[in-house]
């Protein structure tokens, strides 16, 4: 083979090579990327670390469709450790924990498909939402 020819066969090798990883890097991403739910909190297993919710509206982002309204789900959750790799919870913007979320209070939970479950999911975060009660009980009304 002539240094041409070989040269060719090494550009087209790692192309091919390059464009599988990108598309295993797409794949990565969307499953990575996080879907967002309403949802009602209907408990915290501590023991289990798992929250269970009732979805409440359509979500949005890549996995929208596996989530329908009215479907009570089980979420894993990561309750301690880096901020990276746990559950995060906020109540009204501010740090929480899971065990602070009252059954009933309304939630967005941020989720991805779970990478250790198969067609399990993981709540990478929890916002509780509050009422326009609490929020006029705490900020006073206008």
Do not use: H, Q
């Not at 060719?8 to 464009?19: D, F, K």
């Not at 789900?73 to 450790?81: D, K, M, N, S, W």
């Amino acid at each position: 083979m002539n240094r041409l020819s070989f040269r060719m066969v090494v550009v087209l090798t790692a192309l091919a090579v390059g464009a599988v990883s990108l598309g295993e890097e797409a794949l990565a991403a969307k499953r990575a990327k996080s879907t967002s739910n309403e949802a009602d909190f209907l408990s915290y297993d501590a023991e289990a670390k798992t929250v269970t919710l009732k979805i409440r509206k359509k979500g949005k982002g890549p996995n929208r469709k596996l989530l329908k309204p009215g479907k009570e789900v089980t979420f894993r959750v990561v309750p301690e450790g880096s901020v990276l790799k746990r559950t995060s919870v906020a109540i009204n913007g501010k740090k929480a924990e899971l065990k602070d979320i009252p059954p009933g209070k309304r939630v967005l939970v941020y989720w991805i498909p779970d990478p250790e479950n198969e067609g399990g999911f993981f709540a990478r975060k929890i916002d509780v939402i509050l009422s326009e009660e609490e929020l006029n009980e705490r900020y006073g009304t206008e």
